[in-house]
């Protein structure tokens, strides 16, 4: 009888030690696990962050940076917030100017995006509207021209990131005679073209007028 009894202790130990032996095996797995989600959570904290800073940087879009200046042949959007018979999609014209309802002609042409945001506020605030509120943006860039040494030379839309050689696979691809190493570009408002080395980056801009010449044999 105590020979079982003894052997019933010894197994009732045993189990003991087990039952604690897998307990702490279990918090300690219970820590990694609560370590890892931390980490992970802070490494999503981190990248949500990041792309929240991404997410939140403006577009720098050629219409809407800072240094470009409205032209003829741009065609922009004007909303005028509550007025909707105002709103609209309207032409700077030859002449630099766009005709708008209620305040009729109004300058555009050599205006940043903002500075005519501004420009239409202040003319709708001057007798027609009480704090009217404006935005515009550039729908369509006035078109770029091409001549010289390509197989179609003319007029074609703008579109964002235009390269040189973008302009010329649109206008149908070099001459077998093209320059193929410079092109001269006359830029939108200038008198006089220059003469730029042509690497896949040469960038035109909207109005810009691009020739490529005759290769010297």
């Known amino acids: 009888m105590w020979h079982f009894n003894l052997q019933d202790r010894l197994v009732s130990k045993v189990g003991n030690f ?14 990694l696990a609560l370590a890892v989600s931390v980490t992970f959570g802070a490494l999503g904290g981190v990248a949500h962050a990041q792309q929240a800073v991404i997410d939140g940087t403006p577009v720098t879009a050629t219409a809407q940076s800072m240094d470009y200046l409205l032209g003829a042949g741009d065609k922009v959007r004007v909303t005028v917030y509550g007025e909707e018979s105002l709103s609209g999609e309207f032409f700077v014209t030859g002449s630099g100017l766009m005709s708008l309802p209620l305040i009729g002609e109004i300058k555009a042409g050599g205006m940043t995006v903002g500075q005519f945001q501004v420009a ?12 009217p509120r404006v935005s515009a943006e550039v729908l369509t860039f006035r078109p770029f021209y091409i001549l010289g040494e390509v197989e179609k030379p003319g007029t074609y839309p703008y579109t964002s990131g235009l390269t040189v050689l973008n302009a010329v696979a649109t206008a149908g691809g070099f001459t077998y005679r093209a320059d193929k190493k410079n092109v001269w570009i006359k830029h939108n408002g200038e008198t006089t073209e220059q003469k730029s080395e042509l690497t896949p980056s ?8 691009i020739r490529l010449g005759e290769r010297f044999f």
């Open 202 to 209: 040469t960038a035109v801009a909207p109005g810009d007028t």
């Open 120 to 131: 239409v506020q202040k003319a709708l605030s001057d007798g027609y509207l009480k704090d």
């Open 18 to 31: 087990a039952m604690i032996g897998v307990s702490k095996l279990s918090r300690a797995f219970a820590m």
